[in-house]
């Protein structure tokens, strides 16, 4: 009867973080002007999801800068194209784009910085991509957002 119960226990504990949605996600960015990844996957069982940023570079901001932009996969073009406009002054990203769904800072080498977005602003199955929008580095730093 012990033993029994203790195992149940043990198989409930176990299961616990086996079945927690992975509510996170952490991209390094480096001097190559790449990112360690193609794909992040959001769990829309989370209410919040946070995106972390590494720059594991030595390269200051204004030279290789990098940031992660979240947008619909059809807006990434526009949204790079505007942030380039926008300037070192604004870090390259429009302020206030609507269509930027969630964005870190623009780091240099050896910064980090996360994000924290509701999943809400996230539809199952859309199209999203993540970038990032210094100029030039959008079409190469890029990545897929997997909703489920
Ligand atoms: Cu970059």
């Given at each position: 009867m012990f033993a029994k119960v203790t195992f149940a226990a043990l198989l409930s504990v176990m299961a616990v973080p086996a079945m927690a949605a992975q509510c996170e996600a952490t991209i390094e960015g480096n001097d190559a002007m790449?990112?360690?990844?193609k794909e992040i996957v959001v769990d829309k069982s989370c209410d919040e999801f946070t995106v972390t940023l590494v720059?594991?570079?030595?390269?200051p901001k204004a030279a290789m800068g990098h940031n992660v932009v979240i947008t619909k996969a059809a807006d990434r073009q526009g949204v790079a194209n505007d942030a380039t406009s926008a300037g070192p002054a604004n870090d390259y990203l429009k302020p206030?784009?609507?269509?930027?769904?969630a964005h870190t800072k623009m780091l240099g080498g050896g910064e980090k910085d996360s994000v924290t977005f509701k999943t809400d602003a996230l539809e199952a199955g859309g199209d999203y991509d993540f970038f990032c929008s210094f100029p030039g580095h959008w079409a190469v730093m890029n990545g897929k957002v997997v909703v489920k």
């Open positions: 790449q990112f360690n990844t720059h594991v570079g030595k390269l206030n784009d609507e269509r930027v769904i």
